[in-house]
């Protein structure tokens, strides 16, 4: 019952972390990028400013806040919004897995 529990848990995260959005920074005002230190991105088809805590994902071709990693089995990137769903579903998911191999070796 607690594996169900925990791979149910993992199911819900995955959803969440595939609608949500993991820190798409579209524009960020120049002023606050002078005060922190930033500048334009290089990458961006559309050129604008970036704060130095903002990095360019190659795969998503989007900037993206606090970025962490493109995780290619959600195909998005993870991200300062996201990152605790992330932490939280690959837990569950560790649990529920560990569960299952648990029940079967027994």
Do not use: Y
Request: contains cysteine; aromatic residues 6%.
């Amino acid at each position: 019952a607690i594996t169900v529990g925990f791979g149910a848990a993992a199911a819900v995260g995955l959803c969440r972390l595939r609608l949500m959005d993991p820190g798409i920074v579209e524009n960020v005002d120049q002023k606050v990028v002078e005060e922190e230190g930033g500048g334009m991105c290089p990458h961006c088809s559309e050129s604008h400013w970036k704060s130095p805590r903002v990095h360019h994902c190659r795969e998503c071709n989007k900037c993206i806040a606090g970025h962490d990693h493109h995780c290619f089995v959600l195909g998005r990137c993870i991200g300062e919004r996201n990152r605790g769903w992330f932490v939280f579903t690959v837990g569950a998911g560790a649990v529920a897995i560990n569960g299952v191999c648990w029940c079967t070796m027994s």
